[in-house]
């Protein structure tokens, strides 16, 4: 359809989506993805979405849509219940949450084709006020970045200086049981995560030559990959302490409710409490990657197991990770949380 049709805001309401960047026509995808259609699946990509039909615009017609809300992030570094946070917050009245959009992956991969720093910020600019276009009668949009996308945190703050977020992590010994028990799916998914990190300079300073990581184990690698994202969340709230708090998954699941009153205040969100009762009832209660009914309890029963067969490794690895923490000085919890329970 003709740009001069679809800048027409009307043309291209808040269902559709901006879900792709085509660096080869310099256009933006917009898919329709309504809420029900969003809120079925875990992530906003499209392994999971349903193909469609989709429709384009240069990025110059498209600023023409603007901005119509604030925008709010929750960064992570995997295996956290962020997916879930953002699940919860997702609702009529309170906030249109986006689980992982791929037009941000999209960013970086022209990031790392090698796009110039101010081509990457001004698209990055523009997929944020098309992303920041909540339902109707939302009042904000919170949006869960994959995290290969966390290298870019510190320009989303930036470029969305009325942002606030949340850098969400499960302690280390959960993070390596997570990847244990997926077996060599999860071992080799932090390899590339590991290497992606690498690639952005985020591991250089951990006191190790590529040769040294050559020989750590899969689960080292791991290790290092989580502290490599608890230095760089460290540095976001340093850089932006009166906008980021950290939080991690047992805090969250152990206090839902003071965890969700907190969130919703932290971004400005209207959470009343009938809402919160319907969220403690509804998404708490769920899977969120596969909508199975799974509580905080089954979670933890699930997690029980792997740990107890990978005892031996993951301790040794969390004793290990500790120290390389404290010989290149990095702090054993992050500061600035959510709640001051977690001080």
């Given at each position: 359809?003709?740009?001069?049709?679809?800048?027409?805001?009307?043309?291209?309401?808040?269902?559709?989506?901006?879900?792709?960047?085509?660096?080869?026509?310099?256009?933006?995808?917009?898919?329709?993805?309504?809420?029900?259609?969003?809120?079925?699946?875990?992530?906003?990509?499209?392994?999971?979405?349903?193909?469609?039909?989709?429709?384009?615009?240069?990025?110059?017609?498209?600023?023409?849509?603007?901005?119509?809300?604030?925008?709010?992030?929750?960064?992570?570094?995997?295996?956290?219940?962020?997916?879930?946070?953002?699940?919860?917050?997702?609702?009529p009245g309170l906030a249109s949450g986006?689980?992982?959009?791929?037009?941000?992956?999209?960013?970086?991969?022209?990031?790392?084709?090698?796009?110039?720093?101010?081509?990457?910020?001004?698209?990055?600019?523009?997929?944020?006020?098309?992303?920041?276009?909540?339902?109707?009668?939302?009042?904000?949009?919170?949006?869960?970045?994959?995290?290969?996308?966390?290298?870019l945190a510190a320009a989303m703050l930036?470029?969305?200086?009325?942002?606030?977020?949340?850098?969400?992590?499960?302690?280390?010994?959960?993070?390596?049981?997570?990847?244990?028990?997926?077996?060599?799916?999860?071992?080799?998914?932090?390899?590339?995560?590991?290497?992606?990190?690498?690639?952005?300079?985020?591991?250089?300073?951990?006191?190790?030559?590529?040769?040294?990581?050559?020989?750590?184990?899969?689960?080292?690698?791991?290790?290092?990959?989580?502290?490599?994202?608890?230095?760089?969340?460290?540095?976001?709230?340093?850089?932006?302490?009166?906008?980021?708090?950290?939080?991690?998954?047992?805090?969250?699941?152990?206090?839902?409710?003071?965890?969700?009153?907190?969130?919703?205040?932290?971004?400005?969100?209207?959470?009343?409490?009938?809402?919160?009762?319907?969220?403690?009832?509804?998404?708490?209660?769920?899977?969120?990657?596969?909508?199975?009914?799974?509580?905080?309890?089954?979670?933890?029963?699930?997690?029980?197991?792997?740990?107890?067969?990978?005892?031996?490794?993951?301790?040794?690895?969390?004793?290990?990770?500790?120290?390389?923490?404290?010989?290149?000085?990095?702090?054993?919890?992050?500061?600035?949380?959510?709640?001051?329970?977690?001080?």
């Amino acid at each position: 359809m003709a740009d001069n049709i679809l800048a027409n805001r009307a043309a291209l309401g808040a269902e559709w989506l901006a879900h792709r960047f085509d660096e080869t026509t310099g256009t933006i995808r917009f898919v329709d993805y309504d809420r029900q259609m969003r809120g079925a699946v875990p992530f906003l990509t499209d392994d999971h979405l349903p193909p469609r039909a989709f429709r384009s615009m240069t990025r110059e017609a498209a600023r023409v849509i603007g901005q119509v809300a604030p925008v709010h992030f929750i960064f992570h570094s995997g295996f956290c219940c962020s997916t879930l946070l953002t699940a919860c917050l997702d609702r009529p009245g309170l906030a249109s949450g986006l689980s992982e959009p791929m037009i941000l992956n999209d960013v970086v991969g022209w990031r790392m084709r090698g796009a110039s720093p101010d081509s990457v910020m001004s698209l990055l600019t523009d997929a944020l006020r098309l992303l920041a276009r909540p339902f109707p009668g939302d009042p904000a949009v919170v949006i869960k970045p994959s995290n290969v996308v966390n290298g870019l945190a510190a320009a989303m703050l930036a470029a969305q200086p009325q942002a606030r977020a949340i850098t969400m992590h499960a302690p280390l010994d959960d993070f390596l049981v997570s990847i244990a028990k997926k077996g060599i799916d999860g071992r080799r998914w932090v390899r590339e995560l590991f290497v992606k990190l690498r690639a952005e300079g985020r591991v250089q300073s951990l006191g190790f030559t590529d040769l040294d990581f050559l020989g750590q184990t899969d689960l080292q690698i791991a290790a290092m990959a989580w502290l490599a994202q608890q230095s760089l969340f460290q540095s976001l709230i340093s850089g932006a302490p009166d906008r980021v708090r950290s939080l991690d998954s047992t805090t969250f699941l152990a206090q839902p409710d003071t965890i969700l009153t907190q969130a919703a205040a932290h971004f400005g969100l209207p959470l009343d409490s009938d809402q919160l009762a319907q969220i403690l009832a509804g998404p708490l209660q769920r899977n969120s990657k596969d909508g199975r009914r799974f509580t905080a309890a089954d979670r933890a029963a699930d997690y029980d197991g792997s740990r107890t067969a990978h005892a031996d490794e993951i301790g040794k690895v969390v004793l290990w990770t500790h120290e390389v923490a404290r010989s290149v000085g990095l702090p054993a919890t992050l500061g600035a949380p959510l709640t001051p329970h977690e001080a």
